[in-house]
């Protein structure tokens, strides 16, 4: 089946930081542990071995999705969008989601990635649990007429090696 000529297509990567420290007196201070790093080091080079075409990343500003962004060594931008208790309405906003064309992968918190992929392919928010470190990707398309969303893959730090 081909898309048909116009359709758009839009590829949305939710990533969740990998693992931070637990204690801290701000929460958007917490960095990322030794194991966290491990983590983030395996899945970025599992992005960056498949990532599509013009990869936008969206960080939320915590230090420990800037750090699990950093490892991609790729630009990317801090959201405010994506912080942590962002509602699944603020996480479709700032991807764009799903009328913008290309990738766009968001690196951000639990409970938020969990409810939007529940919307995504439930169509209906629930309390899905994204594991730390780990990656789902979605691709919005339209095929003969219809909206579809197609899940491409879920990985976790530990699949990797």
Known sequence: MLDLPGATRMD???????EAEAEADDDLKRPLTERGQQQAKAMAAWIKAHQPKGLRILASP?????????VLQLPFEIER???????????????????AAGAVLLVGHQPSL?????LLLAGHE?????????LWWFTNRVRRGETQTVLRAVMAPEMLG
């Open 114 to 118: 969990g409810r939007l992929a529940a």
């Open 81 to 99: 969008g994506i912080a942590p208790g962002a509602c699944v309405s603020a996480l479709i906003a700032t991807s764009g989601w799903p009328q």
């Open 12 to 18: 949305l990567l939710l990533w969740r930081h990998a």
């Open 62 to 70: 915590a230090v420990r999705t800037r750090q699990t962004a950093e």
């Open 126 to 134: 629930a309390e899905w649990s994204i594991k730390k470190g780990a």
